[in-house]
C-alpha cells in the first residue's frame, strides 16, 4: 500500500501569512494527489486535484504542486477561514486510497 | 445542485451490525464512483471502500470482510452494510463521490455530511 507523509503535523501562523504543507508519498503517483480542507462539524472540501487543479470554488490563494513522489500545497495570504485540518490523498491505481495523517494550521 | 446525504447511524454494541445509506442527488451512483470515508474521535480522515462504475469493490485492510458496499441503482443510494463492529470503527462516516468523467484525476469531489456510529457497550 501506498503511504503519504505530510509535514508538518501542525503549524501556527498569522493572517496573511504564506503557508506551505508538504506530503510525500512512499512511491511515484504521478499527479494522483489532492488537497482537501476539514473544518470541525462538517464536510471534507477538495481544494486541489490532480497535484496543482484549480476548482473555480476554491479561492486562488490555493495553489498545488508537484509530481512523483513529492508535492505541496500553498496558502497564498492566509485568511481568518482558513484555519482548519489539511489531508492530502492520492487516488493511484488500485485502492486503499490512503490519505497523509493531516496538517492543523492554527492562528499565531 | 448535486447532493449525497448519509442516514442510518446510531449506537450499536460490539459485535454488532449496522447499515448505512447514502442518498445521492444530481449524479447517478451507477456512474460515479462511490466511497465511505471516516473519521475517528481526534484521528484523521481515513478511505474505507469504494464501489466503481462496473461494480467492483476494494475496502480497507482494516473492514475488508466485515463492511460490504453496494449499490440500489433504482433509488440513486449506496448502501454500506457494517458487521462485526468493534471500538475501532466509531467515526463519522463520510459518503463520497468521484465523478466519472470529471477528468480530475478521480479526487473525492462531492461529499455528504456524515453520520456518526458509536460501538460501545
Known amino acids: 500500500d501506498i503511504q503519504l507523509t505530510q509535514s508538518p503535523s501542525s503549524l501556527s501562523a498569522f493572517v496573511g501569512d504564506t503557508v506551505t504543507i508538504t506530503c510525500r508519498a512512499s512511491q511515484s503517483i504521478g499527479t494522483y494527489l489532492h488537497w482537501y480542507q476539514l473544518k470541525p462539524g462538517k464536510a471534507p472540501k477538495v481544494l486541489i486535484y490532480g497535484a496543482s487543479g484549480f476548482l473555480r470554488e476554491v479561492p486562488s490563494r490555493f495553489s498545488g504542486s508537484g509530481s512523483g513522489t513529492e508535492f505541496t500545497l500553498t496558502i497564498s495570504g492566509l485568511q481568518p477561514d482558513d484555519f482548519a485540518t489539511y489531508y492530502c490523498q492520492h487516488t493511484y491505481r488500485t485502492p486503499p486510497w490512503t490519505f497523509g495523517q493531516g496538517t492543523k494550521v492554527e492562528v499565531k | 445542485e448535486v447532493q449525497l446525504v448519509e442516514s442510518g447511524g446510531g449506537l450499536v454494541q460490539p459485535g454488532g451490525s449496522l447499515t448505512l445509506s447514502c442518498a445521492a442527488s444530481?449524479?447517478?451512483?451507477?456512474?460515479?464512483?462511490m466511497n465511505w470515508v471516516r473519521q475517528a474521535p481526534g484521528k484523521g480522515l481515513e478511505w474505507v471502500s469504494v464501489?466503481?462504475?462496473?461494480?467492483?469493490?476494494h475496502s480497507a485492510d482494516s473492514v475488508k470482510g466485515r463492511f460490504t458496499i453496494s449499490r440500489l441503482s433504482a433509488q440513486n443510494k449506496v448502501r454500506f452494510q457494517m458487521n462485526s463492529l468493534g471500538t475501532d470503527d466509531t467515526a463519522v462516516y463520510f459518503c463520497?463521490?468521484?465523478?466519472?468523467?470529471?477528468?480530475?484525476?478521480?479526487?473525492?469531489?462531492?461529499w455528504g455530511q456524515g453520520t456518526t456510529v458509536t460501538v460501545s457497550s
Open positions: 463520497t463521490a468521484i465523478i466519472a468523467g470529471a477528468d480530475h484525476y478521480y479526487s473525492l469531489d462531492v
Open positions: 444530481g449524479l447517478s451512483v451507477r456512474s460515479s464512483y
Open positions: 464501489i466503481y462504475p462496473n461494480g467492483d469493490t
